[in-house]
């Protein structure tokens, strides 16, 4: 190794050693980076600082000061300006307990890549996430969706420990969403005053810099102030020992140049390799002095070095395996030491192993170069580049240039699944990148965009594409991929509302030879062509069928394809089903948050709603609340938490909380992308607001909550939406007076088989006998009671009960049943009544012990003094963050995943009302002083 590069590698080492210190390790660890491989971990790497650069004291003091006191700093200039050279160096000049992170961006920055690298930028300081970082893209999805994901990082940079940070980001011209940078002007909005913004760019960035530059909190560095002045010239002379550095010298440099950093160091490196005259590029302006100098350098360079150079051109970054992949030559390392050494616009990034990034003005004019003196090899070393890409996008967009769409096709389907399985970020992108003809020929891909569609819930656009791939699988003779495709066509089916078509396809699937987990995605399907019917009664078989055949694979994948299951509670047969799957989900997910543990969480909340525990059914929900918040709140997740929300909110007789989870599914199912959702199964949220309504005693809620309902009747809903409506009917006949009419219309819905979710025909069955108590019925309504208050004394079939709301549940209890009933019975009544009260915090249920066992909640742990609510590991946790101990220490200690760790975090957070990780040990040493803490 040369001279050079020794001082290199020790300045990288030096370096390295500052940035540990300071809590800025930017090599990530390989758990981490297999987890964000949808981008390369090069781009949340700043470059080196050059050991070439002058010092510019005037440029650097007002930079430093920029970035310790504004909120936001451009840098806006044409290329070549020293834009990066001047933020890397600067970076390193702040005080040592100042957090940063460096984000480089790129042409295919779409958001949610641009939230991937600012996360992973931010890795490094342990940020209290009360998102998943990795669901933060997720979050965009919903309704205010940058607005949320905003706030998350905001939240999390709020609570860092550092005094100061700073978030760069560079090459902001290259960004093509339009959405990075509304995200940014949210973030800008909520800055945490300890925290800048720093952006580097060609253009203005798209951001209200007029507000900002009249409020004092922008700073601006333009052409004029990068530009280099006779002092930073002569300066420059000197450092490169050139020999002349007299006046005339310099200004002959500045007249040629106007300062253009770019142009000063061709120039000088230009005169250096080839000795050529000062004034040849006089009169050429600034781009093509540029292309030309580079021509001279790259001309005088040996040739060796020159084809390495034009071969690798086509790396966004240069290391020694991917140059060797590329370029075929084992003398890589080597070469790219005399690369570095030359430093002719290449920077240094800090990295694991030894990293250059071309600069872009020298990148654009090589691979020009390359294109018009190599032309039919540029492909392959395209193809040769994707090979040894680990960033999926890249890796796809490399063959796309190369036109190599067979190859393009198979990265895409190689890496699909991964994708899907981390939410589908970027697929969509990805997808469309390949032409139609890539998909006509790949019945693979017409699956994978199928199940991305499916995910984000255009629905008629995924069973199009599932259709195409069913039929491309049974015509190149893999029937398993067509049974696959077809179970997912029929799922999508009835999420339509085509329930024929289904119904018979389903059908028809079932009779094959399937393997489990297309059995169970069948079985599922079935289900809910049931539950669409209303034929509950027909569940519990399909079931069990199904269930087994989960059992035979145990994997994560099979199960969370039927993950949604909280509206099948309460059919006949499934309790000790749902029990036994919920046990085999948790034991597959483990300490993992996802959609199907949040799915049984969501499913035992409903279950403990049915029995009358309406504590546990908080529980519950918080426990499913804090996966689906942890997972950037997907709406296949959404959906199921807002209902169960909306009810379980009512029967605590918080009607500002019901009421607010109302309208937040209400808007949801009003976006546009949710129009086919809202045609199917739109009554079932107007059903579950105008019960929440019911509950509560709004009456005016009540009325217009039915008017929608009455309203909202289309072709593509359930046939039980017709049975809703009917209910909504005897509600507002209820109100009116209208007893016989809504006794009528409540027989056919009262019964002991539940016909929808959360126990339409026990809420039915209790309305009816009040309203037969209203007519003076009593013989009639103590029939019509004597079945329900059989369950309830083995403590079932209670939450469906006290949905008939507060006042028919008293009447009910406060009537003189005579002999009618018995006096347990009546006790019963009476003891509904009491759960209903201590559901709303207005007192306790105080009816004899013998009365309450089997409706108790479940026993809860003892709340440590200062620190309730916190569960075991929890506590453990807190009490390593109290000891100093990093997110990674303590993942390492507990056998945990790092983002397990972060929702321990957030959650301690959380539940102690706290914002940093040091307000939290605070809270852990008050309890135990004796606890050694680095805090």
């Known amino acids: 190794m040369s001279q050079s590069a020794n001082v290199g590698a020790q300045q990288r080492g030096d370096i390295a050693q500052r940035s540990h210190r300071c809590g800025i390790i930017r090599a990530m660890p390989a758990s981490t980076a297999s987890d964000l491989a ?57 005080p040592e307990d100042c957090a940063w992170a460096w984000v480089s961006a790129d042409e295919d920055d779409h958001l949610p890549r641009f939230i991937a690298c600012l996360s992973a930028a931010l890795e490094c300081y342990d940020l209290p996430w009360r998102v998943s970082p990795d669901a933060l893209s997720t979050l965009t999805q919903g309704p205010s969706g940058l607005r949320a994901a905003a706030t998350e990082l905001v939240n999390a940079l709020a609570s860092a420990e550092a005094p100061r940070g700073v978030i760069v980001v560079d090459d902001a011209h290259r960004i093509a969403d339009p959405k990075v940078f509304e995200l940014l002007q949210w ?28 409020a004092g909190e922008l700073s601006e560095f333009r052409q004029r102030e990068l530009s280099f002045s006779e002092d930073d010239v002569a300066a420059l002379l000197v450092h490169a020992a050139t020999g002349a550095h007299d006046a005339p010298t310099v200004a002959q440099l500045m007249e040629r140049t106007n300062g253009w950093p770019a142009g000063l160091r061709l120039t000088l490196a230009a005169r250096a390799d080839t000795g050529m005259a000062a004034g040849r590029s006089a009169a050429l302006p600034q781009r093509h002095m540029f292309d030309y100098l580079a021509t001279e350098v790259l001309d005088g360079m040996p040739k060796v070095l020159r084809d390495f150079l034009l071969s690798c051109s086509v790396l966004p970054e240069l290391t020694a395996p991917r140059c060797a992949q590329v370029s075929g030559r084992d003398d890589a390392p080597a070469l790219l030491e005399e690369i570095e050494r030359r430093g002719l616009f290449v920077s240094v990034l800090e990295a694991d192993e030894p990293t250059l990034r071309l600069h872009d003005l020298f990148r654009d004019f090589l691979e020009h170069r390359l294109q018009r003196e190599r032309p039919t090899e540029l492909p392959l070393l395209l193809e040769r580049a994707a090979a040894f890409e680990p960033d999926a996008a890249r890796a796809i967009g490399h063959l796309a240039r190369a036109g190599a769409w067979p190859a393009a096709t198979q990265a895409l389907l190689d890496r699909g699944p991964m994708l899907l399985a981390a939410g589908g970020v970027g697929l969509d992108d990805m997808l469309t990148m390949l032409p139609a003809e890539a998909f006509d020929s790949s019945p693979d891909l017409h699956l994978l965009k199928g199940l991305s569609l499916l995910m984000n819930f255009r629905l008629d656009a995924a069973l199009i594409a599932l259709h195409r791939a069913s039929t491309g699988f049974v015509q190149a003779g893999r029937p398993r ?59 519990a078989p399909l079931y069990a069928e199904m269930l087994e055949a989960l059992e035979k694979v145990p994997v994560l994948r099979a199960w969370n394809q039927v993950f949604f299951q909280s509206r099948l509670t309460g059919f006949p047969g499934l309790a000790p089903l749902m029990e036994r799957f919920a046990r085999s989900a948790l034991a597959i997910t483990s300490d993992t948050p996802s959609r199907l543990r949040a799915g049984v969480y969501y499913t035992r909340a409903v279950t403990a709603l049915g029995a009358g525990r309406i504590d546990d059914a908080s529980d519950c929900l918080q426990s499913a609340d804090e996966d689906c918040r942890w997972l950037g709140s997907p709406r296949s997740v959404l959906i199921e938490s807002r209902s169960v929300h909306v009810l379980v909110q009512a029967l605590r007789g918080d009607s500002a909380a019901s009421r607010a989870m109302a309208d937040a599914a209400v808007a949801d199912m009003r976006l546009n992308e949710m129009l086919n959702y809202r045609l199917t199964h739109g009554f079932e949220t107007g059903f579950t607001i105008l019960r929440a309504a019911w509950v509560l005693g709004e009456e005016a809620s009540i009325r217009a909550a039915n008017a929608d309902l009455q309203a909202g009747v289309n072709p593509a809903e359930y046939p039980t939406a017709l049975d809703v409506r009917r209910f909504g009917q005897a509600m507002i006949a209820v109100l009116d007076g209208h007893l016989a009419l809504a006794a009528s219309l409540l027989e056919p819905l009262a019964g002991e088989v539940e016909w929808t979710a959360y126990f339409p025909a026990t809420q039915a069955l209790v309305t009816l006998a009040d309203v037969q108590v209203q007519s003076g019925q009593l013989d009639a309504a103590a029939v019509t009671l004597r079945p329900w208050l059989a369950a309830a004394q083995r403590g079932e079939r209670l939450g469906g009960a006290l949905l008939a709301g507060p006042r028919a549940i008293a009447r009910l209890a406060r009537t003189d049943w005579g002999s009618r009933l018995t006096r347990p019975e009546v006790e019963t009544l009476r003891l509904l009544q009491g759960i209903g009260v201590a559901a709303r915090g207005e007192g306790e249920c105080t009816l004899p012990l013998s009365q309450q066992l089997s409706l108790q909640p479940a026993a809860r742990r003892e709340d440590l003094s200062g620190l309730a609510g916190l569960s075991q590991r929890e506590l453990e946790v807190l009490r390593c963050i109290a000891a100093g101990d990093s997110n990674k220490l303590i993942a390492r200690a507990f056998d945990l995943s790092p983002h397990t760790v972060k929702r321990h975090v957030a959650n301690i957070l959380n539940k102690l009302a706290v914002n940093t990780r040091g307000q939290a040990a605070a ?8 606890t050694d803490s680095r805090y």
Do not use: N
Request: with cysteine; charged share 20%.
């Open 187 to 214: 973030m800008l909005e909520w800055l945490p005053a300890h925290w800048s913004l720093v952006i580097a760019s060609r253009i203005e960035p798209p951001l209200p810099l007029a507000r900002w530059r009249a």
């Open 481 to 539: 991929e067509a049974t696959a495709s077809r179970a997912y066509a029929s799922l999508t089916q009835v999420s339509l509302g085509m329930l024929p078509a289904a119904e018979a396809e389903l059908a028809l699937l079932r009779a094959d030879e399937l393997d489990p987990s297309s059995r169970a995605l069948v079985c599922y399907g079935c289900i809910w062509v049931a539950y669409a019917h209303g034929r509950g009664e027909d569940a």
């Open 38 to 94: 949808t981008f390369a971990l090069a781009k949340i790497q700043p470059p080196h600082p050059r050991t070439d650069l002058i010092e510019r004291p005037v440029l650097e003091q007002a930079l430093g000061m920029a970035l310790l006191r504004s909120r936001l700093t451009t840098l806006v200039a044409p290329a070549g300006y020293g834009k990066t050279a001047a933020l890397t160096r600067q970076l390193r000049q702040l």
């Open 923 to 930: 809270r852990w040493r008050h309890i135990d002083p004796g």
